[in-house]
């Protein structure tokens, strides 16, 4: 069995084996060589001491133990040093103070209201050079916006400067928050650098060759664009060169619930059509076979670092120099080394890489293909024409991609295959004017205008496709822990999985097995008592509270309200700013009856990303702002499209049932009010009412604008914008006599709730619950008033 062992198959399996133990074991590089040197000594030892034909019959178990103990320890010595190296700044000796900062972006901007990230290489720090990769975070000054230009100065290879920044340490993680820090650290970076954007200043672009790497990126996404707009221009530039920053949110959304989200990744598609092009452009100028194949190499290389070098395209890079470098040597090309080679590449980089999404649905995508795309092409044969091998290789990468997936975004595509099968007969199409457009394009913009128009009819019948199967209420199978219907369909595939193999054991087909007689009885009452031990066992849903009650959820830094009557409506107040369903669904929502949008802000609407689509919304009603807002204009349309009743509201509105009342007040800026701060104020307030019991929903208007609405006494009010300062003045909240306030918060850099407000309430004896230390906050009727309890936290 050993002899039929592949030897670089067992070295570089250990040696990668041995990288991912590093990230466990973290070993001193002395200890991992002297447990390297002490087992090849035992392995020399016991083969010596063994006779002749011992010897002869464990030699080679014995050299292929040894060599496999070597490598694995090589890649604990190897991948130890490394992240003790990851581990190392000069930029935490700065923690604190705010010096000078001269540095070069490494990728585009990313762009999230009135805050910019970049990411950079750090050239100079305090006037002394310094190299170290960094994030920089930028924040706009109010009435100030940016817009992602891909082709503007603030791009890669910008050489940018600031005269003061201030040198953070990584954030600390919130309980259920994703954890950018660890994020970070695990990219080697160790500090977070803030400034404004006003005082930043373009002091040119970098040289050498990664310049000449940029100006030929810039070039190329140049040419990408020529001719179309967005949507068709992001995503053609998504899908060559890697860039999918400026793709809108609902599109990624459509294309991640249909399982086409793969499109946007660069992989091996891409290295196999740049192959296949310039080798057919060499064949054209006569190049040998050897001499084209030995140039392709250099190729994909610079293709790699042109599309910004993702895990997946590194891996499908190395994978193609590996190929290449098989047919130079005259050796056939082997699966399993284009799976390890990568792999032993990237975690050498940088071991943490294996916790990066990119890199384990690219190598869970790849692993799936070597191990069930033949079966199930196979299982599929009955399907006509090629549809057999691609829905057997759609099947396998999605198999094995999904658990990637549930655990990562907590759902998996349950219609991958169809919309596959439907939609991606064009990607080649698409790629291949893609990449040609690329290359002609510096002979002639004409050209790629040309073939990117062609491109668009391709690439908007793929939108349509996108958003045909990934908007179907099924499409998305969403993880909520061992649920009943989870647990049905693994039972119904695992007492098939059984019939199969006893059908198999007794030398007959499935049905010819099932349809013996007294067989079927026997199936019947083993399905039945299954069932009924699952009927027990499985926990049910979470239910709705059976008492009025308002639940001011615990959403980060944004805001999210949510009213639910027994027998009445429920209301969704805001939606805060990352996806809502999985809590809405834990506080027992089935559809929302009415949901309330404060103003078009992030932080307030992006959680309906979630929501849209997956849980019935019958009616919205959303401000009007005196200049429009794109956010707003997209939802509308979003929610018209998934069947929703949607209105401006310009005057004030009033609803109520039995038990419950809603008042919803439209505001408007002051005069000279604008920018960011214009349409916080031009917003809905929401004033509830449980119980004789008022609530204040005033989303970010502040001030002088809730002033002027003449609002009733309220016995719980929410802080304006999140506690910041000037929400309200000791005046307002003296008339507003409230007898709790809840802070809808999350870790932010902008102070909130800043100590003005908190001081303000601590001298009207108003005691405060903050959602980032109670978490939910929920008020329910009852004793004739309303009880106040919290997640957690005092």
Request: some cysteine; glycine content about 12%; aromatic content about 4%.
């Amino acid at each position: 069995m050993l002899r039929k062992l592949a030897l670089p198959h067992i070295v570089l399996a250990a040696y990668c084996a041995g990288l991912c133990l590093a990230l466990a074991l973290r070993p001193p590089g002395a200890a991992s060589a002297a447990a390297g040197i002490a087992a090849l000594g035992a392995v020399v030892a016991a083969a010596r001491g063994a006779g002749a034909e011992r010897r002869a019959r464990w030699c080679l178990p014995a050299l292929l133990t040894g060599l496999a103990t070597a490598s694995l320890l090589t890649g604990l010595l190897v991948g130890g040093s490394r992240l003790g190296t990851l581990e190392r700044s000069t930029l935490e000796a700065y923690v604190g103070q705010r010096p000078a900062l001269t540095a070069a972006l490494t990728d585009l901007p990313a762009v999230k209201e009135d805050q910019i990230t970049l990411a950079v290489d750090v050239m100079a720090f305090g006037g002394a050079p310094l190299r170290e990769a960094a994030h920089l975070r930028l924040e706009l000054d109010d009435g100030r916006s940016f817009a992602l230009d891909p082709l503007g100065p603030l791009v890669e290879g910008a050489i940018v400067e600031l005269d003061s920044v201030r040198v953070e340490p990584l954030p600390e993680p919130r309980p259920g928050d994703f954890d950018y820090g660890r994020y970070l650290r695990r990219r080697g970076e160790q500090v977070l650098l803030e400034g404004r954007f006003a005082d930043l200043r373009l002091a040119g672009r970098r040289g050498g060759v990664q310049g000449a790497i940029d100006r030929l990126r810039q070039a190329s996404r140049a040419h990408l664009r020529s001719g179309v707009r967005p949507p068709v221009s992001d995503v053609l530039q998504g899908m060559v060169l890697g860039d999918d920053e400026g793709v809108e949110a609902q599109v990624v959304d459509d294309f991640r619930r249909s399982g086409l989200l793969h499109i946007m990744a660069v992989s091996g598609e891409n290295v196999v059509l740049l192959c296949a092009m310039w080798s057919f452009v060499l064949a054209l100028l006569a190049v040998p076979r050897l001499a084209r194949t030995a140039l392709l190499v250099p190729l994909v290389l610079t293709y790699v670092l042109l599309t910004g070098a993702s895990p997946s395209i590194v891996r499908a890079g190395v994978a193609g120099v590996v190929g290449l470098l098989a047919v130079l040597a005259s050796r056939p090309s082997d699966g399993w080394l284009l799976w390890l080679c990568p792999a032993a590449w990237l975690l050498t980089v940088n071991p943490n890489n294996l916790f990066d999404v990119s890199f384990q649905l690219s190598f869970g995508a790849v692993l799936g293909l070597l191990l069930l795309a033949r079966r199930l092409t196979r299982l599929f044969s009955f399907l006509p024409g090629p549809l057999a091998e691609q829905v057997g290789i759609t099947t396998a990468a999605s198999i094995s991609t999904a658990p990637v997936s549930v655990l990562t975004f907590g759902s998996a595509s349950l219609v991958a295959v169809p919309a596959n099968v439907a939609g991606g007969f064009v990607l080649g199409p698409i790629m291949f004017l893609g990449m040609l457009s690329l290359l002609l394009g510096f002979v002639s913009s004409w050209l790629s205008a040309a073939l990117n128009v062609v491109g668009g009819l391709f690439i908007g019948f793929l939108l349509e496709v996108a958003r045909l199967f990934g908007r179907l209420p099924w499409a998305v199978y969403e993880w909520q822990g061992m649920s009943l219907g989870l647990l049905l369909a693994a039972a119904a595939l695992g007492e098939a999985l059984a019939v199969c193999a006893l059908a198999r054991r007794a030398g007959s087909g499935v049905a010819a097995y099932v349809t013996e007689p007294g067989r079927r009885a026997s199936l019947v009452t083993a399905t039945a008592t299954l069932l009924a031990v699952l009927l027990l066992l499985a926990p049910g849903a979470p239910a709705a509270p059976d008492r009025p009650t308002v639940t001011f959820l615990d959403v980060g830094e944004g805001a999210a309200t949510l009213v639910q009557v027994p027998g009445g409506p429920t209301i969704l107040i805001d939606a805060g700013p990352s996806p809502l369903a999985g809590a809405l669904r834990e506080h027992g929502v089935r559809s929302i009856d009415l949901l309330v949008l404060s103003h078009g802000h992030a932080d307030h609407v992006a959680g309906l990303e979630g929501v849209i689509g997956r849980l019935p919304v019958r009616s919205a009603l959303l401000p009007r702002p005196p200049e429009p807002s794109p956010a707003l204009e997209r939802l509308a349309a979003e929610l018209r499209a998934a069947g929703a009743e949607v209105r401006r509201c310009d005057a004030p509105l009033a609803l109520s049932g039995q038990g419950w009342a809603l008042r919803i007040l439209p505001t408007s800026a002051p005069p000279g009010e604008g920018g960011n701060q214009g349409e916080n104020d031009c917003a809905l307030v929401v004033v509830a009412e449980l119980a004789r019991q008022r609530l204040l929903v005033p989303g970010d208007a502040e001030g002088e604008v809730l002033a002027a609405l003449d609002l009733p006494p309220c016995t719980v009010v929410e802080l304006p914008h999140h506690g910041s300062r000037g929400g309200l003045d000791a005046g307002l909240l003296r008339e507003l006599g409230p007898r709790l306030a809840v802070v809808s918060v999350g870790p932010n850099t902008y102070g909130h709730p800043t100590a003005e407000m908190l001081g303000l309430l601590a001298a009207a004896g108003v005691p405060c619950a903050r959602t980032d230390e109670c978490g939910d906050v929920a008020l329910t009727v009852g004793g004739g008033g309303l009880l106040a309890t919290a997640e957690r936290g005092p």
